[in-house]
């Protein structure tokens, strides 16, 4: 339904106010339910400081009574009003919550368009100063969201409102850069394929040319090309693939929400899983906390990716083909959210959540760990890249060569924690002419590994630059579970590269821990490309306007090469 239509039908219910005013007073919906019940609740079309107007519902508490709120910005949500009987039989007690939910802008039945993260700074703090003109509020606000519902919340805390005591944010990271690229290369499989399905998905005059791809040259065109329109900041993206660029500190650039988790002084639940898409960014949030906000504060990392921390049957999917016993924190405690509220105001006591504390599954092991925070093990093991094997020793140096064509790049099978698609079981060693894999001995013994493992390759091509990709699995009975990946081009580090000469490029896989049982094989595939990134087009240079792509010869040099692991023993 269009939002034309929805102004209309809501205006004949009397939901959108005459003029852009904050109201104390709600239009009181009450209504029996199926069942005998009674539900009480309010929707209205909430002004933002431009006009448009956001459609909001939540419960209303029995006349007179004053309730802590939770509030909650959403905008995967469909185009129909809340249903009545979500209010129905509730108990009511002053320490119950109201929780009040708000479709985004350009979401559900809310006016405007939706332009991801463009609006929601001024909007999210509206809604916050229209919240506190409501009868039953008590002077305490509380902010719950999971992934881009807890971007919304980011995107405005570090203003740190007063009245907002607490948080619980979930499986997001805050820093921009880290959601569109790593290390230069923009993540189509994860970013690039949200964003545009969500951009001002609710304008039906909007082109969207499906033909047009993420591969086609060049990528600084795609908006026209998709769109049939100029997308300011998408465009402004593809301009600044490097971390350390000044755009990545600007508004535009997120800044406002990398600001958040440093600058917050109310306690905040942070929640992830060990193959969450945004994990390596949720651990550095915690790590750049600081200590006096770590101390009031909780991280908590299940074994699952995206949603298994809300879960308990997320191990039956394709994407997580291991079972991990009390793998997710709603395994171990389903009534996360509330517990930590309550904690927050009534030092109601938790079970298994600890202020302070990175609470993080071992795979394999499957034990919880409790500590400050998840560094490298005590005890590093380095494996050298011999002919296809990982040694504790190097051979005498060989090189390993394959063509690398940008435009067939490889399908590998799950995102891990850098993209969409979780840890599906693995397809054979070497099973494309440009992927090359190297495999250890049988451990004799356990090891358990924790914290960001490295690799270090001694590379050559026949280009000025080029890209490699790393992906290490853990082989169990002969299944290869997947652990990490990164990817990374020759000049992304250093500027100049000569062809034909070695270069050693570094890779850091986002944190980890898991155990190594006796019998178990590491596995670690190197390649140039990976489906989920866009591909790298052999030519030296800004990525989005090159206009041709070549194949590049590419060599890994065995013995020269060492991938890197830190174990507690």
């Given amino acids: 339904m269009s939002v034309k239509r929805n102004v209309a039908r809501f205006a004949e219910i009397g939901l959108l106010a005459a003029a852009p005013v904050l109201r104390a007073e709600l239009r009181v919906i009450e209504t029996l ?6 539900a009480r609740y309010f929707e209205e079309m909430v002004p933002m400081p431009d006009g448009v107007k956001l459609y909001t519902f939540g419960a209303v508490p029995p006349a007179g009574m004053k309730c802590p709120i939770i509030i909650e910005r959403n905008p995967y949500v469909k185009d129909e009003r809340v249903s009545p009987g979500r209010f129905s039989g509730l108990a009511w007690t002053p320490d119950s919550y109201v929780r009040i939910t708000q479709h985004c802008r350009g979401c559900g039945c809310s006016e405007g368009d939706w ?38 919340h980011f995107l405005y805390i570090d203003t740190n409102p007063p009245d907002v005591k607490g948080a619980v944010l979930a499986v997001q990271d805050c820093n921009r850069y880290n959601i569109v690229y790593r290390n230069g290369f923009f993540k189509s499989g994860l970013h690039g394929g949200w964003f545009i399905g969500g951009y001002k998905k609710k304008n039906t005059r909007l ?13 600084c065109d795609f908006s026209r090309r998709y769109f049939g329109e100029a997308v300011p900041w998408l465009d402004s993206v593809f301009e600044h693939p490097r971390e350390d660029d000044p ?15 440093t600058r917050a002084t109310f306690p905040i639940l942070l929640t992830t899983g060990m193959y969450d898409i945004y994990t390596g960014g ?12 770590r101390a009031r504060c909780a991280l908590v990392v299940g ?37 930590w509220f309550n904690h927050i105001r009534k030092g109601t006591p938790l079970t298994f959540i600890r202020p302070g504390k990175t609470s993080y599954y071992a795979l394999y092991e499957n034990a919880w760990h409790h500590t400050g925070r998840l560094t490298d093990g005590p005890v590093p093991h380095t494996f050298y890249l011999n002919n296809r094997t990982l040694d504790a020793q190097a051979d005498r140096p060989a090189a ?9 790049p490889v399908p590998f099978k799950g995102g891990l924690c850098l993209n969409f698609g979780g840890m599906p079981v693995q397809d054979p060693p070497d099973f494309r002419p440009d992927v090359v894999s190297f495999l250890s001995k049988p451990f004799a013994q356990t090891w358990d590994v924790r914290g960001r493992m490295t690799a270090r390759l001694v590379c050559v091509s026949d280009c000025e630059d080029t890209c490699f990709y790393a992906r290490l699995s853990l082989v169990k009975d002969g299944v290869a579970y997947p652990l990490r990946d990164d990817i990374t081009s020759l000049c992304y580090a250093t500027p100049d590269y000569t062809p034909g000469a070695e270069k050693t490029v570094a890779f850091c896989f986002p944190d980890h821990a898991f155990r190594i049982s006796p019998g178990d094989v590491l596995r670690l595939d190197l390649s140039s490309s990976c489906s989920h990134f866009v591909p790298h087009t052999n030519n030296k240079g800004l990525q989005s306007i090159q206009k041709t792509r070549r194949i590049a010869k590419n060599s890994i040099v065995c013995g020269k090469s060492s991938l890197t692991l830190f174990c507690e023993q």
């Fill in 33 to 38: 339910c199926p069942g005998g019940a009674t």
């Fill in 400 to 408: 390993i060569t394959y063509a690398y064509d940008p435009g067939n």
């Fill in 282 to 293: 949720i651990f550095d949030m915690w790590a750049r906390m600081p200590a006096a906000q």
């Fill in 115 to 152: 332009i991801p993260y463009a609006t929601e700074r001024a909007d999210g703090m509206a809604l916050l100063e229209w919240v506190r003109k409501l009868p039953f509020y008590n002077g305490e606000l509380f902010l719950s969201g999971g992934s881009y519902l807890s971007s919304v």
């Fill in 303 to 339: 074994a699952y990716d995206h949603g298994g921390n809300g879960m308990a049957t997320y191990q039956k999917k394709e994407s997580t083909p291991v079972e991990f016993p009390q793998g997710s924190l709603a395994m171990v405690c389903p009534d996360s959210t509330l517990q």
């Fill in 207 to 219: 082109q969207r040319n499906k033909a047009v791809s993420f591969r086609d040259l060049p990528l």
């Fill in 247 to 261: 755009f990545w500190k600007t508004p535009e650039g997120g800044h406002d929400s990398y600001e958040a988790i």
